[in-house]
């Protein structure tokens, strides 16, 4: 299985993983334990997704049952903006890691470069979005550099191996870089043909940070959470499904592989256990350069997860 070396640790993050995001309670134990069974060895988990103790389960039972080792696997959560006060940090990949099952993350995230009030997770978890009215978003002011140090401090306990940053854009990042002891090491934010954030991969590159592409199938993930954006799916364009047809391949593992033939990692997810085979599959041919060209020509900057749309006061990506 392909994959990237950190540059930190060295430790290597596979290429194709399997996301968490919308995986329900009631089936996510058998689907972790299933794509462990089929080869997929990268997990990228959090807080806010509510199923850490399912895929924990998952986890334990591969284990039992001698599927995998657990250094085999590369385990991702992040930490949810509720949590970004010193004081809260520690104590919430604690949990996190009680849920799981688990002794250390080998990768733990800032879920969002936005801090929300405090929710108490024993009254609340997860907190989500929004104050107790279901409605309302309550800020706070807490400064990415005592939540980046307070990340740290996880490394140092042996919590996460490695800790990085999602949903970030350039300027932060090289603010967390002005005062960082320890470099973040990955870089997740949303990335597809229609948002192809060319300039950020660069400058993550540039600074040896990694990226990991989620939401790969643009539109795709968010139809059913009306938030699509009335955008044509990329899984039936006409230069998707030209290059499928052209190397026997779905349009799926040509998305995919447009990302991680570029030292891109992904976290698609599915229920089918044949595109979850599939999918792991993606990396079983190279595009050329000119098709990995016409599939970036398809950019148009189409953001489907912005928070501005919940409040504008969190428009991280304006």
């Not at 080869?39 to 334990?60: I, P, Q, S, T």
């Not at 879920?111 to 979005?129: G, Q």
């Not at 400064?143 to 300027?171: C, F, H, K, Y």
């Amino acid at each position: 299985m392909a994959s990237v070396a950190l540059a930190r640790t060295g430790q290597k993050m596979p290429l194709v993983g399997f996301g968490l995001w919308k995986v329900t309670k009631s089936s996510c134990a058998d689907t972790v334990y299933n794509a462990i069974k089929a080869g997929y060895r990268l997990f990228d988990g959090a807080g806010d997704y509510g199923n850490e103790k399912e895929a924990g389960e998952g986890v334990r039972r591969a284990l039992t049952d001698g599927l995998v080792k657990r250094e085999e696997l590369f385990i991702t959560s992040k930490l949810w903006n509720t949590f970004h006060a010193k004081e809260h940090v520690k104590a919430l990949a604690t949990k996190q890691l009680g849920l799981w099952g688990l002794d250390y993350f080998d990768l733990f995230l800032v879920h969002f470069p936005i801090a929300l009030a405090y929710v108490d997770p024993a009254e609340r978890y997860p907190p989500e979005w929004f104050g107790a009215d279901g409605k309302t978003v309550h800020l706070q002011d807490t400064p990415m550099q005592e939540t980046w140090q307070a990340m740290e401090e996880l490394v140092d306990a042996g919590q996460a191996r490695n800790i990085g940053l999602s949903n970030s854009q350039g300027s932060l990042i090289l603010d967390v870089l002005r005062y960082a002891r320890i470099k973040p090491q990955v870089l997740q934010v949303e990335l597809h043909p229609y948002l192809t954030q060319e300039h950020l991969v660069e400058l993550a590159n540039t600074l040896d940070i990694k990226v990991t592409a989620y939401s790969s199938f643009g539109p795709q993930s968010y139809i059913e959470l009306d938030m699509d954006r009335g955008a044509s799916s990329l899984l039936t364009h006409d230069v998707v499904t030209g290059l499928a047809n052209q190397y026997k391949k779905t349009t799926a593992q040509v998305l995919l592989r447009w990302a991680t033939q570029r030292g891109i990692a992904v976290v698609p997810k599915s229920n089918d256990p044949e595109r979850l085979i599939q999918n792991l599959d993606s990396e079983s041919f190279d595009l050329k350069p000119e098709e990995i060209k016409a599939l970036s020509s398809l950019n148009c900057n189409l953001r489907l997860n912005d928070p501005r749309d919940i409040d504008p006061r969190m428009a991280i990506f304006a």
